[in-house]
């Protein structure tokens, strides 16, 4: 049986984001570039697997799609 996109929604992360970066995302429920809007760059840095690279190809991300991480408090 084939699921619904509203079961699992289809993942618009950077396409060649190494997979530490994706299991990182993964481990807080991130699988789309909206949900980082609700997270600051400070927080996604500290999971363990991202680094500069995958912090950078996010930013540039959101940044095409008129988004941003959440800004600190």
Known sequence: MKKSPSDQPESNLPPRMGAPALRALASVGV?????????????????????????????EALEQRGLAFATGK
């Open 31 to 59: 699988s789309r570039l909206e949900q980082l809007t609700a997270f600051t760059e400070k927080d996604i840095k500290m999971l363990h697997g991202m680094g500069p690279k995958g912090i950078n190809q996010l930013r």
